[in-house]
Structure formats: C-alpha cells, structure tokens
C-alpha cells in the first residue's frame, strides 16, 4: 500500500523560514494536502495541491510538487510562534487520504 | 452549519466493554470518514460513508469495529468487547459529495481511552 513519509521534527526561530518535506509512494494521487494539528485539535487543511501543478502559494504558505520524485514540501515565511503544531503531508486515493506520521514544528521566540 | 462535531470528546472505558463515538457532519455533506490516531501517529482511514451506505470499509481492523449512518447524516462508530489497544483519537471527517477533488474537513476527535 502506499506509504507516505515525513522528518519527524523541525526547531526554527520566529521569522525564519520553515521547509517541511515528505515523499509519497502512489504515483496515481491526484491531490496532495498539508495539515495543521495543534495539541488537542482536530486536523486544519492548510492548502493543497493538484498534481498537474508545481507550485502553489496561499499568503505565508509555498507549496513545492516534484512530481518525479514523489516529493511535496510545505514552506512557510516568516514563521511565527503560532505555527507552532504537528503538520501533516497527505495523499488522496479516490475516496480516501493517507497520511505521514507528521512532522512537529517548534517555533522559539 | 458549523463544523464536522464530535461526541464525546473524552470517553474512558474498561476493557470488554461497548462503546459508541458519534459525528455530526458539516450540513449538506453526502460523504463521510472515520479515521483512528495512535500516539504518534497519522491518522489512519477506517471507513467511508457516502450517504447512508459504507462505500469502502477497508480500513476496518476486525468485526469488533462497525459503523452506521442510517440517515445520511449522523454517524455512530460502534466498538464492541474494547481492547487496550483500541485507545486512540478517533476522528471524522466530512466532504461535500466524496469526490476525488473534495476537501475532507475534520471534527476535533474522540479521545478513546481503553483501562
């Protein structure tokens, strides 16, 4: 089945620039989706992408598709204490997703 | 109408026993999905309803698990004889019609836990 892969732990300073990776094992997925989850919440969509595209920018939000490599980064700019959370990368089949085991981002002051 | 919500938000139960975990989806959403979290974990697919009917419960892990939707609307995930390992946060998600360029939006969880 598919298995979809991601670091499990990103630190970074308020303002900097967050980079968060995942690599993706279904060829055949037409959407791939980020998800924000912070502690004792549900999961937020962030954004998604179609795999016909390479990039997609929402505000702080830059998502990266290599579609060869089976590759999806999520860049957010000028992070903020706020984005502290677990992120999710996501694969969609037909009807149902698969997800990474996410990634925690610690954002310090 | 609001989000997808989620009944309750904490459930903890002795091992053997009967639970039941229920979603309200966003109104208007024909497709609905049950997801589990372990500690640590992505969330991981245990069935999908589109209208009243399972269309897929593939990621159902035994027949102690089962799940209706008798109305199109609400669903009930139902756990019988509950193991420790059952512990987990049970989420539920609806989209509008389950198509394949659908948002699945999320509920905030059943945190399941199993003594």
């Known amino acids: 089945g598919e298995d979809v892969e991601q670091s499990l732990f990103l630190s970074v300073r308020e303002g900097d620039s967050s980079v968060i990776n995942c690599t993706y094992t279904?060829?055949?997925?037409?959407?791939l989706y980020w998800y924000k989850q912070e502690p004792g919440a549900g999961l937020q969509l962030l954004t998604y992408i179609f795999s016909n595209m390479d990039m997609k920018q929402d505000q702080r939000l830059t998502v990266l598709l290599n579609k060869k490599d089976k590759h999806l980064s999520l860049r957010i700019a000028d992070t903020q204490t706020g984005d502290s959370a677990i992120y999710f990368c996501?694969?969609?089949?037909?009807?149902?997703?698969?997800f990474g085991k996410g990634t925690m981002l610690l954002v310090s002051p | 109408g609001a989000g997808v919500s989620q009944t309750p938000s904490n459930k903890v139960t002795e091992k053997g026993k009967y639970v039941e975990l229920r979603c309200d989806p966003i109104s208007g959403h024909t497709a609905l999905y049950w997801y589990r979290q372990s500690l640590g974990q992505g969330p991981e697919f245990l069935i999908y309803f589109q209208g009243t009917g399972a269309a897929d419960d593939s990621g159902l892990p035994n027949d102690r698990f089962f799940a209706v939707r008798p109305e199109g609307s609400v669903s009930t995930l139902k756990i019988q004889r509950t193991e420790r390992g059952d512990s987990a946060v049970y989420l539920c998600?609806?989209?509008?019609?389950?198509?394949?360029?659908?948002?699945?939006?999320f509920g905030p969880g059943t945190r399941l836990t199993v003594l």
């Open positions: 998600a609806s989209s509008f019609s389950g198509r394949e360029q659908d948002t699945q939006y």
């Open positions: 996501a694969e969609k089949g037909y009807s149902t997703l698969t």
């Open positions: 279904d060829s055949s997925s037409t959407y």
